[in-house]
């Protein structure tokens, strides 16, 4: 099973944007099977209309589409927090994405961040964060350490491990994921160096293959990750290619990815 842990879905395919439908048929021309999906953007008012979106698309697929949402309390705490409720409750997605870089607060910031991180921890979701460039001090690894610290049954993806510009804090998410064995480092945009210095100090059960898509062409994500790759046994490949995230998420080949039968009755609105 493979599956990709970094895509972007957008309620809009306008330019780079992209839908469910045009990312399916992306995910066919390489054999990807499965792709963890969050929101385009999340600094602007569109940001429910993607998890609309997404949403949907889960529904429609829900053998191909992981459902996770996105959500911005820069736009208003009671605004993120009334979306976040609707995507748990609603929505039944299998994650949330955080992004204090692009959204401008401190990913543990105590006001606009802690609350909705110890909804996602109450509600037994994974918290996906983006982890680096463009403002490394908002999402700075031992900021991950602190939620960490203070959930420390928190299921994580670190998304681009500290890795998707310069300066890179690659090296400081794999000393910080040695302490922390609930981080899943999702290789997306990171330095093929780091991501192979990650698999030797973590062990392969601890990387994630993601393209970043469509930010990132999949295409070529997916050849890259064929070269870096080259050198790990069969089992190892498996494991970073899908079987890891499946792992977190608890996921088999039978089980619908958008969120299970607890979902099924209920309409996204």
């Known amino acids: 099973m493979i599956i990709d842990a970094d895509c972007h879905v957008s309620a809009r395919e306008t330019g780079p944007e992209i839908g469910v439908e045009q990312l399916l048929r992306r995910m066919d021309k390489i054999g990807v099977e499965r792709a963890i999906c969050w929101p385009h953007v999340s600094y602007q008012r569109e940001l429910a209309e993607d998890n609309r979106a997404i949403c949907e698309g889960a529904r429609a697929h829900p053998d191909r589409i992981i459902a996770f949402c996105g959500v911005n309390p820069r736009l208003g705490l009671a605004t993120a927090q009334d979306e976040l409720r609707r995507c748990i409750e609603v929505y039944g997605v ?70 998707s510009g310069v300066p890179d804090v690659n090296r400081t998410v794999v000393s910080f994921a040695r302490q922390h064995p609930n981080w899943l480092l999702v290789d997306s945009e990171a330095d093929y160096r780091q991501v192979q210095l990650a698999i030797s100090v973590l062990g392969a059960e601890r990387v994630c293959y993601g393209s970043d898509s ?56």
């Open 94 to 163: 299998r994650g949330v994405k955080l992004n204090g870089a692009r959204d401008v607060y401190p990913i543990d910031d105590a006001e606009l961040a802690l609350p909705l991180v110890e909804a996602i921890h109450q509600a037994g979701l994974v918290l996906a964060v983006h982890c680096g460039p463009p403002d490394v001090e908002k999402t700075h690894p031992h900021r991950l350490a602190n939620l960490s610290s203070q959930f420390p049954a928190l299921r994580m993806l670190i998304v681009h491990m500290g890795g």
């Open 214 to 269: 469509p930010f990132c062409d999949m295409r070529y994500e997916w050849g890259i990750r064929q070269v870096v790759y080259q050198d790990l046994t069969p089992a190892q490949r498996d494991a970073i290619l899908g079987g890891n995230v499946a792992r977190m998420l608890g996921l088999k080949q039978s089980d619908p990815p958008s969120g299970g039968s607890r979902t099924q009755s209920l309409e996204c609105s």
